[in-house]
C-alpha cells in the first residue's frame, strides 16, 4: 500500500508523544474492542498505549485506526 509507510510513522510518533491512549479512551473505545479490531490481545493494545510499537499487519490496522480517531476527535 502507497500510504502505509507514512500510517506507520504516524502511529509511531503518536505511540511516542503517549497520545494513543487519550485518543481510545475519548473515542469511549475499550482495550478489547480495539484488540478485536486490529487482531490481536487486550495486554497487546495496552503494551502498545505505554509505548512499545506494534509490528506487522496489527501496526498497519491500528495505524488506520488511531488515524480515524484523530479525525473523529478533530485533531
Known amino acids: 500500500m502507497a500510504h502505509e509507510?507514512?500510517?506507520l510513522a504516524?502511529?509511531?510518533f503518536l505511540v511516542r508523544l503517549g497520545l494513543v491512549r487519550e485518543l481510545r479512551i475519548g473515542a469511549g473505545l475499550t482495550l478489547l474492542e480495539v484488540a478485536r479490531d486490529v487482531?490481536?490481545?487486550?495486554?497487546?493494545?495496552?503494551?502498545?498505549?505505554r509505548g512499545q510499537n506494534p509490528r506487522g499487519?496489527?501496526?498497519?490496522?491500528?495505524?488506520?485506526?488511531?488515524?480515524?480517531?484523530?479525525i473523529l476527535a478533530g485533531r
Open 39 to 49: 487482531g490481536v490481545t487486550p495486554s497487546c493494545v495496552h503494551y502498545w498505549e
Open 5 to 7: 509507510p507514512l500510517e
Open 10 to 12: 504516524h502511529m509511531r
Open 57 to 70: 499487519e496489527p501496526a498497519v490496522k491500528y495505524a488506520r485506526l488511531l488515524i480515524e480517531l484523530e
